[in-house]
């Protein structure tokens, strides 16, 4: 299909609301779809990007309220518990039925999480309008974020819309859930074109089939921060994790580990704390100390005097960064109304499928989904940085912990996963009581007190037992520090997920049912009861 173009064509690139049974903003940021819209934009295109998940849409604030939020630039979303009929209306009957009824035995409710559908019908068609020259012509592409594979009604309700507003527009897909699972995203969601990882080839083919641009390169840039408004951003120093964990996807979904660069994230970090005070940053990656002598200690040593004077080059970014406004890196509703303004990692192996975002374009690496951002406060008080994803603790050592200190790191989160050495041995070969112990000593030596040091604890994988479950949460107490259980998702394409799927009383083929929620591996060894009874171990006092 040829298709013949007199402006600019269009790309809607879409964060689409979500479907779960919790859900809280741990720094869920747009990575994998800014990407995208900055190699479109290389082309000649303009994006547009519609976040079903912003917190400030007016009809969706009369409706709810304001969701609740924290200054650390954390919180709530719009929520919207669903009945049995919104199901209905999403699946067949048989299918609606079995969901509702496995989530209610759970004892967990599914909800949408995002804005009104009113008004995400709206902002869809405000960015058709808004992103054409001409003003209201149909977009020639549609991208959307898939997240977690359980996520999926959010994309099928996306793409669902998108037909309906436009019949003959392709709806393409990538993330975590189409990288997983492509063939369910075809065939139950629908999308046209299936982006797996950074293999672009199938929406490459849709653009010579449809005689639309292509850029240049065969895959996206690599970016260092992406920020969408407010008084937070994100960070990546390095793509890709080089451990091959059995419950762990990483590997699949980022691919090989790849070292990024120190200087580009350091001047990225000052750019959005001196021109638009941004405080509050949160690191995406999946394997933050691995080669840290290469990035991760240089980029410390260089924010840690960011209080004190500039960091880096002034005033142009970095070669190679991705710079230069455009309306289509717009997003679609603003605060006060107007219609161009501006808004887990998880440490079982479900990595933060970032949603989506778009390009305004700022210096130095950083992809923007706010023209305006916030109110120039650098200076006033230096950054902060967080840790949704664990740090490996056989990877630490006194230098890197003192450093993280001086830089304004509030917190670690280290993954413990388990204190059994033969849980290791079987599932990640990483790490060892006396290791573990090792990284929290230098820690607090460091200066980090036991509530600023958090422990993931992996709670309900195949064969597991409640009784490992919990010495491990007591060996964390005993350490002065806080355990966090990680209930176990099966992930798609690990190594622990046929074990899992013969195990679990639940069709894990479906992906509602991979979800932590409804503790798919409960079992007599390892019983929902006892799940909720370590969960509260866990917040006890400490040793």
């Known amino acids: 299909m040829e298709t013949n173009h007199t402006e600019k064509p269009l790309a809607i690139l879409i964060n689409p609301p979500v479907y779960d ?49 924290k200054a650390d630039g954390t919180g709530h979303f719009f929520r919207r518990p669903l009945e049995y009929s919104d199901l209905a209306g999403l699946f067949s009957e048989p299918k609606a039925r079995e969901i509702f009824s496995v989530y209610g035995e759970a004892g967990r409710r599914l909800s949408r999480y995002g804005v009104l559908a009113e008004s995400f019908r709206s902002m869809l068609q405000d960015a058709a309008e808004d992103g054409s020259a001409a003003g209201g012509r149909k977009p020639d592409l549609c991208l959307v974020q898939g997240g977690m594979t359980y996520w999926y009604p959010g994309v099928l309700e996306t793409v669902r819309l998108c037909r309906e507003l436009w019949p003959t527009v392709p709806v393409a897909g990538g993330g975590v859930y189409p990288t997983l699972l492509p063939g369910h995203a075809a065939q139950i969601c629908g999308l046209d074109a299936v982006v797996s990882g950074n293999d672009f080839s199938s929406l490459i083919e849709m653009f010579k089939h449809r005689s639309l641009p292509q850029p240049a390169e065969a895959a996206p840039p690599v ?23 059995s419950y762990c996807a990483s590997g699949l979904v980022s691919g090989a580990f790849c070292a990024g660069s120190a200087v580009q994230a350091a001047e990225a970090v000052y750019d959005l704390w001196e021109r638009r005070g941004v405080r509050n940053f949160a690191f995406y990656d999946d394997a933050l100390l691995v080669k840290k002598e290469e990035v991760l200690l240089p980029f410390l040593e260089a924010v840690s005097e960011i209080a004190g004077k500039p960091i880096g080059r002034q005033g142009g970014g970095l070669p190679g960064s991705v710079a230069g406004g455009s309306p289509g890196g717009t997003p679609i509703g603003s605060p006060n109304g107007s219609p161009n303004g501006n ?15 778009t390009p305004s374009g700022t210096p130095n690496g950083t992809l923007s989904g706010s023209p305006n951002g916030s109110p120039n406060t650098g200076g006033e008080s230096p950054p902060c940085f967080y840790l949704p994803n664990a740090l490996h603790a056989e990877l630490l050592d006194e230098r890197t912990a003192r450093l993280l200190g001086q830089a304004g790191f509030q917190e670690i989160r280290l993954g413990l996963e388990s204190a059994s050495d033969d849980f290791h041995r079987r599932q990640d070969s990483k790490l060892d009581e006396q290791v573990f112990s090792d990284a929290v000593r230098m820690l607090f030596s460091a200066g980090f007190h036991g509530d600023r040091i958090k422990a993931y604890v992996l709670a309900g994988i195949p064969d597991q037992t409640a009784e490992e479950a919990e010495e491990t949460i007591r060996f964390a107490l005993r350490l002065g520090i806080r355990p966090m259980v990680a209930e176990f998702s099966p992930v798609p394409g690990t190594e622990l997920f046929e074990s899992a799927r013969r195990q679990s009383s639940f069709d894990l083929e479906e992906p509602l049912f991979q979800n932590n929620s409804v503790f798919p591996m409960a079992s007599r060894y390892f019983s929902r009861p006892e799940l909720e009874r370590l969960k509260r171990l866990s917040r006890q006092p400490k040793a």
């Open 21 to 69: 049974a919790a859900l809280y903003d741990l720094y869920l940021r747009p990575f994998g779809l800014l990407r995208v819209g900055a190699w479109l934009r290389s082309a000649g295109w303009n994006t547009v990007y519609v976040d079903a998940l912003r917190i400030d849409d007016p009809s969706s604030l009369k409706t709810f309220g304001r969701p609740r939020r």
């Open 223 to 245: 970016v260092s921060s992406v920020y969408t408004g407010g008084d937070s951003a994100v960070l990546r120093l390095n793509i890709g994790c080089p451990y091959r964990c």
């Open 343 to 357: 808004p887990n990692g998880n440490p079982n192996g479900n990595p933060n499928g970032s949603p989506g975002g």
